[in-house]
């Protein structure tokens, strides 16, 4: 596809949006990372989610210049970005988590990486968790498929297996450049030409699989979506949590929002398909764990029987 030049000659290259839920502290380390790494001209729009943990207030007596949207209730994920991007100025577009902090000016970097792929339309960098280990970002589309090999963790039997590894491209490191399905949402790079010819994201997501959807109509539209190590960005929790520290609640939605992707993109029977994986798999992992008193195997029972309530009776978990 041709495509203007992505070139940063406006009064602002890029627009940064970062949505924040009660995340004030690691907020902070993160909009000083963008002051102190980016030289580009640029603007930060902070959408917060109705946070009680006072980030409003920390953004509007530390940051000055950040252009600030405070939600009285959480609007989710996917809506509360779409607020930043409509008020954006920038020649291109960033969605950042508030739980990264920028490295080695990593946004002037792909910024200039943007400009010089015009066949680009979503671009993510190399993601650390820590000093050596590099975060397994981006995955394939989220198709029923895919769903069964990460649900029956049947892409963690051979990482060097490229059928059984394809959900999460299990059998790549992270250190070559590739297209990929879907640019992970902690780092979303987007010219400005091909937002305005795909639009906002999804509200019917509310959190989770919001990137996978925009990613697909970025891909459906012409563009490629693209993963390079050029620059690095270090990301705070992306060692993840513990089963035990999962709420019920969340892995619920989660799921929930796989199921919207699957009745868009593939239609009643690839939502069929989707609820008997979540289900069989659900009931798998109860029977595995029921002789199991350790809390870890506690918390996958839990998880498990909301699972299969969400699926049988539509009714979700409120914690």
């Given at each position: 596809m041709t495509s203007p030049s992505h070139?940063?000659?406006s009064e602002c290259a890029v627009s940064i949006v970062i949505v924040n839920w009660n995340t004030r502290d690691i907020l902070r380390d993160c909009l000083i990372s963008i002051s102190r790494q980016t030289r580009k001209p640029h603007e930060?729009?902070?959408?917060?989610?109705?946070?009680?943990?006072?980030?409003?207030?920390?953004v509007r007596d530390?940051?000055?210049?950040?252009?600030?949207?405070?939600?009285d209730t959480?609007?989710?994920?996917?809506?509360?970005?779409?607020q930043g991007l409509e008020i954006a100025r920038g020649d291109?577009?960033?969605?950042?988590?508030?739980?990264?902090?920028?490295?080695?000016?990593?946004?002037?970097?792909?910024?200039?990486?943007?400009?010089?792929?015009?066949?680009?339309?979503?671009?993510?960098?190399?993601?650390?968790?820590?000093?050596?280990?590099?975060?397994?970002?981006?995955?394939?589309?989220?198709?029923?498929?895919?769903?069964?090999?990460?649900?029956?963790?049947?892409?963690?039997?051979?990482?060097?297996?490229?059928?059984?590894?394809?959900?999460?491209?299990?059998?790549?490191?992270?250190?070559?450049?590739?297209?990929?399905d879907v640019v992970s949402g902690m780092f979303m790079l987007v010219p400005r030409h091909v937002f305005e010819a795909v639009g906002l994201l999804d509200e019917a997501f509310?959190?989770?699989?919001?990137?996978?959807?925009?990613?697909?109509?970025?891909?459906?539209?012409g563009w490629k979506c693209v993963f390079t190590p050029t620059a690095r960005i270090l990301h705070l929790e992306?060692?993840?949590?513990?089963?035990?520290?999962?709420?019920?609640?969340?892995?619920?939605?989660?799921?929930?929002?796989?199921?919207?992707?699957l009745r868009k993109h593939y239609g009643l029977w690839g939502l069929f398909r989707g609820r008997m994986v979540f289900v069989g798999s659900s009931v798998l992992r109860f029977v595995m764990s029921v002789a199991n008193q350790r809390e870890e195997a506690a918390a996958r029972r839990r998880l498990a029987r909301a699972s299969l309530r969400y699926h049988l009776t539509s009714q979700e978990p409120t914690e």
């Amino acid at each position: 596809m041709t495509s203007p030049s992505h070139g940063t000659q406006s009064e602002c290259a890029v627009s940064i949006v970062i949505v924040n839920w009660n995340t004030r502290d690691i907020l902070r380390d993160c909009l000083i990372s963008i002051s102190r790494q980016t030289r580009k001209p640029h603007e930060v729009i902070v959408v917060d989610n109705a946070s009680s943990d006072g980030s409003v207030d920390l953004v509007r007596d530390e940051f000055p210049d950040v252009r600030l949207i405070a939600n009285d209730t959480n609007r989710g994920f996917a809506a509360a970005n779409n607020q930043g991007l409509e008020i954006a100025r920038g020649d291109n577009l960033l969605l950042l988590n508030p739980d990264t902090i920028i490295l080695d000016d990593a946004i002037d970097t792909m910024l200039d990486w943007l400009d010089q792929h015009p066949d680009v339309g979503c671009a993510g960098c190399q993601v650390l968790e820590d000093e050596t280990t590099i975060q397994r970002t981006c995955f394939a589309d989220p198709g029923p498929g895919n769903l069964a090999l990460i649900e029956f963790g049947l892409h963690r039997l051979s990482r060097r297996n490229p059928l059984l590894a394809r959900a999460e491209y299990g059998d790549w490191d992270r250190r070559s450049q590739r297209e990929v399905d879907v640019v992970s949402g902690m780092f979303m790079l987007v010219p400005r030409h091909v937002f305005e010819a795909v639009g906002l994201l999804d509200e019917a997501f509310f959190v989770y699989s919001e990137e996978a959807d925009w990613c697909r109509r970025i891909r459906d539209a012409g563009w490629k979506c693209v993963f390079t190590p050029t620059a690095r960005i270090l990301h705070l929790e992306g060692g993840g949590k513990s089963t035990a520290q999962i709420r019920s609640r969340m892995y619920v939605q989660m799921q929930k929002s796989k199921m919207i992707y699957l009745r868009k993109h593939y239609g009643l029977w690839g939502l069929f398909r989707g609820r008997m994986v979540f289900v069989g798999s659900s009931v798998l992992r109860f029977v595995m764990s029921v002789a199991n008193q350790r809390e870890e195997a506690a918390a996958r029972r839990r998880l498990a029987r909301a699972s299969l309530r969400y699926h049988l009776t539509s009714q979700e978990p409120t914690e």
